[in-house]
C-alpha cells in the first residue's frame, strides 16, 4: 500500500471508529471518556485497535525510502498511541471496576491482543530494519538518547526471539498467548476466592473488634445481602479482624481463610495453574537462550544477576529471623497468662499487646488523628514542599469511572504538568492492594504528551455515615508510597516513549523514598488533628510512635523476604517445579522460616508472580529499591534538614525527571556519589550493622 492510500484508508476508516479510540477532547489535552465507555465496546475496540496498529505497521514496513531512524524508530514510536488510550480505559475496568462481564472480555480478548503483539514485535521485516540502523549506529550522527534507544530496542527485540528461526518463534508467540490464558485464569481464581467472606451472626462474634470496624462489616454483609458482619477474605479487612479480634476460634478461621486463597483444592486451586505457568516459562527461557526464567526477566534490570538480589536477600535474611524470634519471646511472655502457644493466627494479635507493654501505643488510640482526607492534603503539602509541586482540587470538572474518584489539576514553577486522579474506597470488583497508574505519561514526541494522566489507587474502608474515614499508620504509608510513585511519573521531562519505563528493581525506588515524610514533625503537627476536637497529635504520642519505629520489623521483613525468596528460588531453576504446595514447603523449610509466621503472598495466591509477568523474579525488587531508599534517606538527614531543597531537587532532576533516559546504576551515583550502602536498611530497620 502507499503512502497516500494507507492516508486515504485512515480517513475513510475514521468515521467509524470506536469510541474508544477515539482522540481525547476537553482539558488538558484531552481526558479519558469515562462517563462515555459501555463494557460491551470492548471487543470491538480491540479489534479495531489490531487492525489500526497493524495497518499503520506495515505503512512503516513498506515505505519505499531508504531505512532511517526517523521512518523506523521514532515512527515505532509514535505509533500505537490509539491502543495505548484503549488500554488506560481497559486497565481501569480490569482493576477497579471488574465484574462478570469485564472477566469474560478479559479471558476471551487478553491472550488475542498479547498475541498480536507479540508477532508484530517478532516481525522479522522489522528487525531487519532495526538491525541495521544497529549494525551502523555508528554512522548515524546520533545523540545519546538516540543511541541508548536504538540500542536498547535492539536487545529488546533479540531477547524476545527476533534472532529465531520461524519455527521458534512460533513457538515463543504459542507460548505467550498460552501464559496470558493461564494468567487470566489465575487472577480470576484469586479474586473468586477473595470476594468469599465469612458471617460473623452474634454480638459474641465481635468481641475486641474496634467499632469503626464493626461499622464496616456490617455495611459489607449489607452489601452481600446478608444480617450480620461479614469479614470479607481481604487483607484491609483480615488484618485488623487479626490484631484486635479476641475470639482465637474466630482468629484461626479468619487466618486460615485468608491465607489458604488459591489452595482449596476446589475449583478455585490455581496449583496446576501455576505449574503450567512454570512449564512454559521455562521453556520460553530456553528457546530464549536464558538458563532459566529469572536469567530471562532479569536482564533489564539493575541487578542483571539472580545471585546479585539472592545476596542481598540473604545479607538480610538471618538478622530478620533473629529479630523474629526475639518478638516471639515478647509476645510468649504475654500469651503464657492466656495459656496458649503463639501460632501464625496469634502473631498480629500479640505483637500488639507489645506494641501497647513495651512502648504503651495503641493503634486504635493514633487512627483519630489520621484522617483520610487530611493525610491527602499531607501528601501534596510534602510534594510542595520539596519539589515544588501544587495541587488543586477539581472534582466534578472532568470525567470519572465512579463519583467517590477525586481529581486535582498539578502545577509546578507555575506550569501545568498532570492530572492526579484519587479512587480511595475499597469495592466489589475492585483489585486488592494499592497501586498507581498514568492514563498518559510524558514524552515530548509529537507535541502533544506534556500533560500526565497519573492515578493512585488504594482500598481504604470508608468511615461509617458521618464519620470521616480514619487509617492506620500503615495505610498512611502506603498512600504516600503511592503518591510516590506518582510524583515520579508526573516529574517525567523525557523526549522517547522508549525510554519511560525504568528497570522494576528502581521502580519502587521513588515510592518508598517519599514514604519517609510521613513521620516528620512538620506533617504529624500540621495534619495529624484529631478528628472530633481538632487538636493537634500531642507530642508525646509522636514520641511513642517513633520510639516503636522498628517495632515488629522482624514480623514485617521476614513476611515479605520468604515470599521474595521463594519467587527467586522458583525462577531460578532450569527444571520447572509441578508441585508447589511441596516446593513451597520444602523452600520454607530449608531457609528456616519461623514457625510462626506466614509468607506474605504463598504462592497459590501471589499475584505479584502469576497474574502476570510483572515481578516474577523480581519480588527482590522492593528491597533492592529500598536500599536505595534508605541509602537516599541518608542524603537528607546527613543535612540535617529532610526538607533540604537542594537534595530534593537533585533527587527530582537526576533520578525522576530523566525516565530510563540514562542507565539508572549510573544516574545514583551521580547523586550520591556511589552505590547504595546496604547498612541504611538495616539501620532503617532496627537490625545490627555490625558497627
Ligand atoms: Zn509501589
Redesign the pocket.
Known sequence: MTAVAHAQEMKASKSSEPALLQEWTGPYDGVPPWDKVKVAQFPAAFQAAMDASKSEFEAMLEKPEAITFDNTITANELAGEKIGRLFSIWGVHSSNLSNPEVRKIQGEWEPKVSAFFSELTLDARYFQRVKYLYDTRATLNLDTKQTRLLERTYDNLVRNGALLDPAKKAQVINIETELSKKFSTFSEKVLADEETFILLASEADLAGLPESFIAATKAAATSKGKTGWAIVNTRSAVQPFLENSTRRDLREKVWRAFTNRGDNKNANDTNATIAEILKLRQDRAEILGFPTHAHYRMADTMAKDPDKAMDLMMKVWPAATARVAEEVADMQAIANADNITIEPWDYRFYAEKVRKAKYDLDQEAIKPYFQLDNMVAAMFDAAGKLYGMSFTENTGTVPVFEPKVRTFEVKRDGNIIGLFYLDNFARAGKRSGAW?TTYRSQHKLGGKNNIVLASNNNNFVPGADGVPTLISIDDASTLF??FG?AIHFLNYNITWPGLAGVPRDF??YP?QVNENWLLTPYVLNTYAKHYKTGEPIPAELVEKIKASDTFNQGFATVEYLSSAILDMKLHNRSVPVTDPAAFERDTLAEIGMPKEMAMRHRLPQFNHLFADDGYSAGYYSYLWSETMDADTWAAFTEKGDVWDKETAERFRAMLMATGNESDRIEAYRAFRGRDPDVKYIMKKRGFPTGE
Open positions: 498507581m508510597h503511592e510513585h521502580v519502587e515510592s
